[in-house]
């Protein structure tokens, strides 16, 4: 069994980390979560003890799940793969590209297994549209978005996703940007390449992004991709389009509720959109009335913890994460410069 360190004790570590790990059979083995009152209550949810220094779990796991602020994300990672742990890491894996690829080296150098918790890998509709992406032929355009109502109310306290100090320069554009770039990435079955981008700031005392515009080339294909924090109407809302020569998907992912919302269609060239039946053998036994993320990272805890017993590379890998990293990179310095950016590759 292995022996799994939870690091942070906020709303995500409670409700889908701890959950996930321990149904797919991993022994929560204790918690470091400096300075949170919540940390004893997680720790004795699951018969673990609450740890003060970070060596000292360090020295009683295999691995650990990292659900911090982005800041922090490899400094912690960093220091558990030195010890040659294991790593579950949150997306953006950093908060620029240069300490993203020196994880990745020292990951590859300790050889141990690394996996970004990039959802929409485990999402049903957009499992089941890759059994659909030879139908479209040579794909030609694409578009996306997703949209989010997180940081809407220009009154509430300022969050740490919107400080420098706790998610870095990104804001959304590393935030939901992840997800949107990694769905693309993966659906298409090619990189991005360039991309010519503009960001926008909405409200007074934020210190990142909350919007972007990304116009994005992946080989022949051009697409567009938005991304809002701000956008006033629930639920948000995460989709991707794909337009090839002989048809064209659209995904929406159920990335804000049950597995039940997500959708996939289909459209012939010429036609009209058409519903697909989700592979209900993608399911691997989860309920897709479960609650907002636990239905996706069920199976994402499920491939991590066979992959740390097996010695194989996870899918969403940490290299995923870092390909995800390198597309953030370029957004904002092609928004920063105001030209288009090549996006650095990151080999497979």
């Known amino acids: ?111 141990v297994v690394a996996m970004t918790a990039l959802t929409a890998r485990t999402d049903w509709a957009a499992e089941t549209a890759v059994a659909y992406r030879e139908r479209l032929g040579k794909v030609v355009a694409f578009r996306g978005a997703f949209l989010a109502d997180y940081l809407a109310d220009p009154r509430a306290p300022l969050a740490w996703r919107a400080k420098r100090v706790g998610g870095g320069p990104a804001g959304v554009v590393g935030d939901l940007g992840a997800h949107l770039f990694d769905l693309a990435v993966w659906l298409l079955d090619s990189p991005l390449g360039k991309v010519w981008a503009r960001v926008a700031t909405v409200f007074p005392g934020r210190e990142n992004p909350d919007m972007a515009g990304v116009l994005a080339e992946a080989e022949a294909a051009l697409g567009f991709l938005e991304l809002s924090r701000v956008h006033p109407i629930r639920p948000q ?73 097996k010695g194989t590379s996870p899918t969403p890998s940490l290299r995923d994460g870092v390909a995800a990293q390198a597309v953030i990179q370029a957004v904002l310095e092609s928004a920063s410069e105001g030209c288009e950016k090549e996006v650095f590759p990151v080999r497979a």
């Open 1 to 111: 069994m292995v022996r799994l360190g939870l690091v942070g004790a906020g709303w995500w570590a409670r409700e889908v980390h701890a959950p996930a790990f321990h149904r797919a059979g991993a022994r929560i083995q204790g918690v470091y979560a400096p300075g949170s009152a919540r940390a004893k209550a997680l720790a004795e949810a699951y018969g673990a003890k609450v740890y003060e220094e970070y060596e000292a779990l360090l020295q009683e796991v295999d691995a650990v799940a990292i659900a911090t602020p982005d800041a922090t994300h490899v400094p912690l990672a960093l220091a558990a793969v030195r010890q040659g742990k294991h790593i579950f890491l949150e997306k953006p894996v950093a908060t620029n590209l240069d300490d993203a690829l020196m994880l990745l080296r020292t990951v590859d150098a300790q050889g």
């Open 237 to 309: 809302r995460l989709y991707l389009e794909l337009e090839g020569e002989q048809g064209a998907l659209r995904v929406v992912p159920s990335l804000a509720g049950r597995a039940t919302e997500a959708s996939l269609f289909w459209s012939s060239r010429p036609g009209t959109w058409e519903p697909v039946v989700l592979d209900p053998s993608l399911l691997r036994g989860r309920d897709p009335q479960e609650p907002w993320g636990l239905f996706h990272f069920r199976e994402l805890a499920r491939r991590f913890l066979e992959a740390v017993t």
